[in-house]
């Protein structure tokens, strides 16, 4: 079936540095979203990525889209304590409708 | 955004009870839900789909008669975990979308969580 894998699962850094975490389907996505779970929370949007080759920057964090609409990825500049959590992508399957998540990378960032 | 809220955030419960989680959509109606699981360190888990006046989808490997769910009105959705033991023991999180903004494939927004634990 349609799986939408995401590596790497666990990353820790020192607070400024750089982190990036890659997201791979499958299948050909529409669309591709990204989440933020806090420790203890409930996921949170981030951005969607429609287009092929798509880039969109919030701040320090810079999500891509690829020219195949198969992988995306995210990357954050210069970490901060703030940035702690967990980061899905999904995208939806085929039928539509549903999210397919992927299995997270869990970010810490020391101090 | 679109505000989802879930209730109730914490549930401890005994073995062969049953429990009732409700979502709901505070800004807006949900014509559907969904429901996820969501296991310490791991992924969220898509158990079913929550349709406003019929019957829910639910995913393969998910038993309808222990999650019961109703989605009664365009605003609330329930998930019922019947005879509850403590492999039922996990975080369950609801969603919606926002009609306008969300289309059919569009942003998630996700209630608080409900931490259930079965004795």
């Known amino acids: 079936g349609q799986q939408v894998m995401q590596i790497p699962q666990y990353q820790h850094v020192q607070e400024g540095e750089d982190f990036t975490t890659y997201c791979n389907s499958s299948t050909t996505l529409s669309n591709i979203q990204w989440y933020k779970q806090r420790p203890g929370g409930h996921p949170v949007f981030l951005i969607q990525l429609v287009k092929s080759g798509e880039v969109k920057k919030q701040k320090r964090l810079t999500f891509q889209f690829g020219e195949a609409k198969k992988n995306s990825s995210l990357h954050i500049t210069a970490t901060q304590t703030t940035d702690v959590g967990t980061y899905f992508c999904?995208?939806?399957?085929?039928?539509?409708?549903?999210?397919?998540f992927g299995q997270g990378t869990e970010l810490s960032v020391k101090p | 955004g679109a505000v989802v809220s879930q209730h109730p955030s914490w549930v401890i419960c005994k073995s062969g009870t049953s429990v009732k989680i409700e979502c709901r959509s505070l800004d807006f109606q949900a014509t559907t839900m969904f429901w996820y699981r969501q296991f310490p360190k791991q992924s969220l888990m898509l158990m079913a789909t929550s349709n406003e006046g019929s019957k829910a989808t639910y995913e393969q490997g998910v038993e309808k008669d222990k999650f019961l769910i109703n989605h009664a009105s365009l605003t609330l959705s329930t998930l019922t975990v019947t005879s509850a033991h403590p492999e039922d023991s996990s975080f369950y999180i609801c969603s919606a979308r926002a009609p306008l903004a969300g289309g059919l494939t569009g942003e998630l927004f996700f209630g608080e969580g409900s931490r259930l634990t079965v004795l």
């Open positions: 999904a995208g939806p399957n085929n039928q539509g409708g549903k999210l397919i």
